[in-house]
């Protein structure tokens, strides 16, 4: 008997980016009494996120 193998790989590369801003922005201004408030909040986030996944097939064929 005889017995042949073949190997198939398979891989599969995934990269995800995910980018969050978050912002705030306050303002109050009043002249006569001299009242200023400025609150101004800028945030960025970026996350990437790469996914490898490997899949190897077999397949075996046997000859008598």
Partial sequence: ?????????I???TTTTTTTTTSTTT???T???TTTTTT?????T?????TTTTT??????YYY
């Fill in 27 to 29: 303002t109050t201004t």
């Fill in 46 to 50: 970026s996350t990437t996120t790469t």
């Fill in 31 to 33: 002249t006569t009494s």
């Fill in 40 to 44: 101004t909040t800028t945030t960025t």
């Fill in 11 to 13: 891989t599969t590369t």
């Fill in 1 to 9: 008997m005889t017995t042949t193998t073949i190997t198939n790989t």
């Fill in 56 to 61: 190897t097939n077999y397949y075996y064929y």
